[in-house]
């Protein structure tokens, strides 16, 4: 089994509040359904939630009362958008329900507990493939937090041991500095724990996602001596269906572990 992320760049403009890219979400839907390997998908909430739990703080938890319609809204948001996901992968024939983390698992102190896993088992085994996303969760400590899909991944990689994992991004792969302000900026084609040491102060320049180094780190932490962890562009129309298929393509592979 294959473990997928599509991003929220790649499923959403996430510049504009709630703007799903259907075209795109249909087509990496059947490059999947086309590669015939058995999957199990994960996406990110793009401009279905990022903007509003920014503009309102859910992420580190309950302040004041006026943050709870903003956290139910994307949590409608969200949910609304892995719908029209899951309809994607139905239209391309592939068997899915979207599992939104919110309301079968609970967070603590931000992380994402899996107490009872019987849910996605049962789903697994019927070969119905559960779509999980990065989501506002209730938490025992904050009240409430926010799950990323990134998090959900890392989760499920222990959980259900994947033959591999892939992140389908709207970028070719992760690069030592960025390439859209920097010249010098590499793009890697392989990261091992070895790369981490080769990471000079500017390239660890602080972003939301806790920049270029807690992206590595991230990648290898679901990386073995058998598992790797790979980086491709959604954007480009037949690169994952290729990569699923076992070819040559442009990406970033992570392998090795990071212990
Ligand atoms: O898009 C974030 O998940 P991500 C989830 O995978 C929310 O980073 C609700 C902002």
């Not at 992206?215 to 001596?225: F, G, P, Q, V």
Request: net charge neutral; hydrophobic share 40%.
């Amino acid at each position: 089994m294959i473990l997928i992320k599509l991003g929220g760049s790649i499923i959403t403009d996430k510049t504009q509040y709630r703007t799903f890219r259907r075209d795109t979400v249909a087509r990496l839907a059947s490059e999947i359904a086309k590669s015939g390997k058995k999957t199990v998908i994960v996406h990110g909430a793009g401009s279905f939630g990022h903007i509003v739990a920014k503009e309102n703080d859910i992420m580190n938890g309950y302040k004041a009362p006026e943050q709870i319609p903003a956290a139910a809204r994307v949590m409608a948001d969200t949910r609304e958008l892995s719908g029209m996901v899951v309809e994607e992968l139905l239209k391309a024939g592939i068997p899915a329900v979207s599992v939104p983390p919110g309301s079968c698992f609970v967070l603590d102190e931000g992380k994402l507990v899996i107490d009872n896993r019987e849910v996605i088992d049962r789903l697994l085994d019927l070969g119905i493939i559960p779509v999980m996303f990065g989501d506002v969760c209730t938490d025992r400590t904050r009240r409430f937090s926010i799950v990323s899909g990134d998090q959900i991944m890392e989760r499920l990689c222990t959980m259900l041991d994947p033959e591999e994992v892939v992140f389908v991004s709207d970028i070719d792969g992760l690069y030592d500095h960025n390439p859209k302000t920097e010249k010098k900026a590499r793009m890697y084609g392989r990261v091992t724990k070895e790369t981490l040491k080769t990471l000079d102060s500017a390239s660890d320049v602080d972003d939301v996602t806790g920049g270029i180094r807690g992206k590595i780190e991230s990648m290898l932490r679901m990386t073995d001596s058998k598992r790797k962890c790979i980086l491709v562009n959604g954007d480009v129309p037949g690169r994952l269906l290729s990569l699923l298929k076992g070819e040559i393509v442009t990406c970033t592979t992570a392998e090795g572990g990071l212990e």
